[in-house]
């Protein structure tokens, strides 16, 4: 008897045990929506309101900075809400809730003492310094004052950084953890103005609460917090990759006669929230122009007949995949209109959004609908359904695929920006290359849209709709990831088109379709260059680091 009650104990322990575990499976992340205070000081009450905490603690613990409070420093604990005494962990710190295996959003509290004040009285050196910055909070696309000194009475080599941060693989020390920096973005039309006492920039996508500096030839301000509000959607990056990279041009003179000039527009890596850290590894010739709307300009003059000339260039590009969490579809009211609203939504000639035919089929998409996201996924929806997409190069444009309901993922991306912009969606396609196992590149676009306080959403149709290269490792839910979120396995070269201005008036100019950079002109012959071949290499990638 005692021997079949024990086996009944073990048999009943052991569903128990397997339920226990089905459940917490189940269970979804917990949910930070505010800490209060935001800044503080060593051995303040902290309070942490949200969802998903449970009521008790049990094995549930918090991180500051990476590093958890001792068990007494905990106060309550209860589903929606934490108290717990703030320990010392240095300036900064990305607070996390830990349950079940599962962790939380981010929140960023700051050490009140750590906090670097504007400087006061007569400088004894010529750095910018901040007096002030107005507002000192608001979401992306936020039109934020910088008053001031020794900012310079021009941009130039000069630029504005907010904070930054990717969450740090779990092997990685909590000391790496601490938040980087992100320039004011050119893309989103981030500077506004510029003058020795006074700038005006615009909060950039990927922002996160924390210090912002201005940084000139001069040298770097004391930093100054800025509070990222508004943060309820929220983006992550992660899973750094490293990629060091090469591509060249060669070029062959025929004929030619002085005076002459041929110019190369080289795309350069984009610089975003995702793909940061750009710099030059190694390169057979300084350019003429370093860095002129996203490409480096270099020239050849007064070549002779038969001379062979070429550019090699080698980057370094650190890589992040970027997921978003929408929580809140409702659009944020910004302090004012942010360009991105305007110029994101004009036709071109690659994106002809005033079509009547892609007016009348974005209409048939959205029907009545409002939400800037949710429209856009309703476009994403319909192409990755509608279209029959795959991964081998198609001729032709935007009308072409529309008409032919087919497409490749530069067609893909294209109609989706045209049909996103003819519903009043700003959208802007991405160029570059996808990386697969062999670190092979294939040629491959994409696009984002943006959310007004939020920034840009990345989405990807082909890879959507599984039309990836047979060694690409392309996800199990690639339907649902591939709105909204990117992974790491690619290097943008242009976000948006690229126009660029000949040289000369007179200048005989090459446009190379279908690349890895939506530029209009890749070469320019001037004066007496009669006759020349070139062969542009593909990109290649000579190394690889994964964090």
């Known amino acids: 008897m005692r021997m079949v009650l024990k086996k009944n104990l073990l048999f009943f322990s052991g569903i128990f045990f397997f339920l226990t575990l089905l459940s917490s499976c189940g269970e979804e992340a917990p949910e930070i929506i505010s800490i209060d205070p935001r800044i503080g000081l060593m051995g303040d009450v902290l309070t942490i309101t949200g969802r998903g905490f449970g009521e008790e603690r049990d094995e549930s613990y918090i991180t500051i900075a990476g590093t958890p409070p001792t068990s007494s420093s905990y106060i309550s604990w209860e589903d929606s809400e934490i108290t717990v005494r703030v320990p010392e962990f240095g300036e900064a710190g990305l607070i996390y809730v830990h349950r079940g295996g599962k962790k939380s959003n981010p929140a960023l509290f700051a050490n009140l003492l750590s906090l670097p004040e504007p400087v006061r009285g007569p400088e004894a050196d010529y750095n910018p310094r901040i007096n002030s910055i107005t507002p000192a909070s608001g979401p992306v696309g936020t039109l934020v004052t910088i008053s001031g000194s020794n900012f310079g009475s021009s941009r130039e080599a000069s630029g504005v950084f907010f904070a930054w941060n990717a969450e740090s693989s779990l092997l990685a020390p909590a000391g790496s953890q601490a938040p980087d920096f992100i320039e004011v973005s050119e893309t989103e039309f981030g500077y506004d103005y510029w003058s020795e006492r006074e700038i005006r920039v615009r909060v950039p996508d990927g922002v996160i609460s924390g210090n912002l500096e201005v940084r000139t030839p001069r040298g770097i301000s004391r930093p100054v917090f800025f509070d990222a509000s508004g943060m309820l959607n929220t983006k992550v990056y992660r899973d750094k990759r490293t990629y060091m990279l090469s591509y060249s041009a060669d070029i062959i003179i025929n004929l030619a006669y002085s005076p002459n000039t041929l110019y190369l527009w080289m795309p350069r890596p984009a610089v975003s929230a995702s793909q940061r850290n750009v710099s030059v590894l190694a390169r057979n010739i300084e350019p003429f122009v370093e860095n002129y709307r996203g490409t480096s300009l270099f020239q050849l003059i007064n070549a002779s007949s038969g001379a062979r000339w070429g550019v090699d260039l080698s980057y370094l590009v650190e890589v992040y995949a970027v997921e978003t969490t929408i929580r809140n579809t409702n659009t944020v009211r910004l302090n004012e209109p942010t360009p991105v609203g305007t110029v994101y939504l004009l036709p071109s ?48 444009g935007v009308l072409e695929a529309l008409e032919e309901k087919e497409a490749d993922s530069y067609r893909a991306a294209l109609l989706f920006c045209a049909l996103a912009r003819a519903v009043d969606i700003p959208a802007l396609p991405v160029a570059g290359v996808l990386v697969d196992r062999q670190m092979n590149t294939i040629k491959h676009c994409w696009a984002e849209f943006w ?62 379709n279908r690349e890895y950079s939506l530029q209009n002109i890749w070469e320019e012959a001037v004066g007496g260059l009669e006759s020349y071949s070139s062969l542009w290499s593909d990109v290649t990638i000579t190394g690889m680091y994964i964090q």
């Open 451 to 512: 959310l007004d306080g939020f920034g840009w959403i990345p989405l990807d149709p082909a890879l959507g709709a599984g039309a990836a290269p047979e060694v690409f490792n392309l996800r199990e839910d690639h339907r649902e990831y591939y709105f909204g979120n990117l992974d790491n396995q690619r290097v943008a070269f242009t976000r948006g088109e690229t126009f660029l201005q000949p040289m000369a008036p007179r200048g005989r100019t090459v446009t190379r």
């Open 349 to 396: 000639d690659l994106i002809p959004s005033d079509d009547p035919a892609i007016k009348a089929q974005a209409d048939a998409i959205i029907a009545r609908e409002r939400l800037t996201y949710v429209k856009a996924q309703r476009i994403y929806q319909w192409l990755i359904s509608s279209m029959s997409i795959q991964d081998a190069p198609l001729p032709g």
